[in-house]
């Protein structure tokens, strides 16, 4: 039998901890599915919520960017489909007209509220429980 390295324990718990986001990612999907959302999908209304508490208050995209784990350009094709889904609201940033705003709609914050408790059971369930393996 071989003897493990430091590098070989260091890829292992990276292996890890990638099956394991994998893993809620997908479940997280799943139970998101009939509502028709996704876990990316959930992360941003939840990062929008969590930011903007209150009815109206806005985040720049630039700021989600680093929050979530898409890129900018998938970012921003995510933040089209929750706008045309009537979740979020994009505006110009008078400030720099580069600059790109995103608020919850009402609507937003209603499916945010209703599928956060399902988003946070699934959480529990698989960050929760002893990994398999």
Same mark, same amino acid.
């Given at each position: 039998? /071989?003897?493990?390295? /430091?590098?070989?324990? @260091?890829?292992?718990? +990276? &292996?890890? #901890? @990638?099956?394991?986001?994998?893993?809620?990612?997908?479940? #997280?999907? $799943?139970?998101?599915?009939?509502?028709?959302?996704?876990?990316?999908?959930?992360?941003?209304?939840?990062?929008?919520?969590?930011?903007?508490?209150?009815?109206?208050? =806005?985040? $720049?995209?630039?700021?989600?960017?680093?929050?979530? =784990? @898409?890129?900018?350009?998938?970012?921003? $094709?995510? #933040?089209? $489909?929750?706008?045309?889904?009537? @979740?979020?609201? &994009?505006?110009?940033?008078?400030?720099? &007209?580069?600059?790109? +705003?995103?608020?919850?709609?009402? &609507?937003?914050? %209603?499916?945010?509220?209703?599928?956060?408790?399902?988003?946070? /059971? %699934?959480?529990?369930?698989?960050?929760? %429980?002893?990994?398999?393996?």
């Amino acid at each position: 039998m /071989a003897v493990k390295t /430091a590098e070989t324990r @260091l890829e292992e718990r +990276w &292996r890890d #901890i @990638l099956s394991v986001h994998a893993r809620t990612m997908c479940e #997280i999907d $799943r139970v998101l599915h009939p509502h028709g959302l996704g876990a990316s999908d959930f992360e941003v209304l939840d990062l929008l919520a969590s930011g903007s508490p209150a009815e109206g208050d =806005h985040c $720049r995209v630039q700021n989600l960017v680093g929050r979530v =784990h @898409l890129s900018q350009s998938a970012l921003s $094709r995510l #933040i089209g $489909r929750l706008e045309k889904d009537g @979740l979020v609201e &994009r505006s110009v940033c008078v400030e720099d &007209r580069r600059g790109v +705003w995103v608020a919850l709609t009402a &609507r937003g914050r %209603a499916v945010h509220a209703e599928v956060r408790p399902l988003q946070r /059971a %699934a959480l529990e369930r698989m960050l929760e %429980a002893p990994a398999a393996g």
